[in-house]
């Protein structure tokens, strides 16, 4: 029996209707939904004829909202040319998710994870793509360290030269009836897998930018700062 895997097919119609339906969602949810940070992907996001390089948005993952505020920032607001990964358990459960760029992957099964990041590779390799990836592999508390899984390292390895940007999500209810969710980007870096690199070196710089990021984000939504911070909604 072939391994389970669901690849991307994605479709302009169904990235209009869920872009859309999430936004809506965000807006119903929560009092504010912010961002921050956008001086480090709009440059990558207006880039000229420079050599190309994809770029992989590492993410925090504290709350099933996640999904829905990444596809917002893709869909609606930077309008990127991007996949995603997700869990295949949660992909068949909800496959529409497939037809606006996500693709499976079987974490308990190395066999099939190595193959959803060869998939992941081949549609990054040589492009100046996105991919979205929640490198911590699974939920965990939004005030817990990020130790990312070794995929992000691999992943490096197989496509030899790759930008990372980190992306922090966190919500606080405080003073509203309704939550608010604050979206923080953090400086790019660009990863060459060198003869010294190693998978498990790439993993822990992917989860220094990304505990340096959350924990930027955190101080300036507990102190109920958003001077840096404007609406995720255009």
Not at 6 to 34: D, H, M, V
Not at 45 to 50: A, C, D, K, V
Not at 112 to 119: E, I, K, P
Not at 194 to 217: C, F, K, Q, R, Y
Request: hydrophobic share 40%.
């Amino acid at each position: 029996m072939s391994d389970p895997f669901i690849p991307a097919r994605p479709n302009p119609l169904s990235k209009a209707f869920w872009g859309y339906y999430f936004e809506q969602s965000l807006k119903r949810t929560f009092a504010q939904c912010l961002v921050a940070g956008e001086e480090h992907i709009v440059p990558i996001l207006e880039r000229g004829s420079s050599a190309p390089c994809p770029t992989i948005i590492v993410c925090t993952h504290g709350s099933w909202w996640d999904a829905a505020v990444t596809i917002v920032l893709s869909l609606r607001r930077y309008h990127l040319d991007a996949d995603g990964m997700m869990e295949y358990r949660q992909l068949t459960k909800y496959r529409f998710f497939s037809r606006i760029g996500m693709f499976s992957v079987v974490r308990e099964d190395p066999r099939s994870a190595v193959r959803s990041l060869d998939y992941a590779a081949s549609r990054l390799r040589n492009s100046d793509r996105f991919l979205w990836m929640f490198p911590q592999g699974t939920l965990i508390h939004q005030d817990l360290p990020i130790v990312a899984e070794p995929g992000i390292g691999i992943l490096v390895r197989k496509l030899g030269r790759v930008r990372i940007l980190p992306l922090s999500i966190r919500y606080e209810l405080l003073r509203n009836k309704k939550p608010t969710c604050w979206a923080l980007f953090g400086p790019p870096q660009i990863m060459d897998w060198e003869p010294v690199s190693t998978v498990s070196g790439i993993g822990a710089d992917v989860s220094n930018a990304l505990n340096i990021v959350s924990s930027t984000n955190r101080t300036n939504a507990q102190a109920e700062d958003p001077s840096l911070y404007s609406s995720l909604f255009r």
